[in-house]
């Protein structure tokens, strides 16, 4: 899943076979992809 910057709107799109990156909703082309919110403990030696 990828967040559209312009409009907020969440996006599924396969990068194998997408022609071009680009919001369906608003036309902006700038999206960020979504992380999982995982927090991960180290623990020091």
Known sequence: MYK???CGRQIKIE???ATKI???SCGYRILE???PKLVR???SL
């Open 33 to 35: 992809k979504e992380r």
């Open 4 to 6: 559209c910057l312009g």
């Open 15 to 17: 990068l194998a076979t």
């Open 22 to 24: 680009i919001c369906p």
């Open 41 to 43: 403990k180290v623990e």
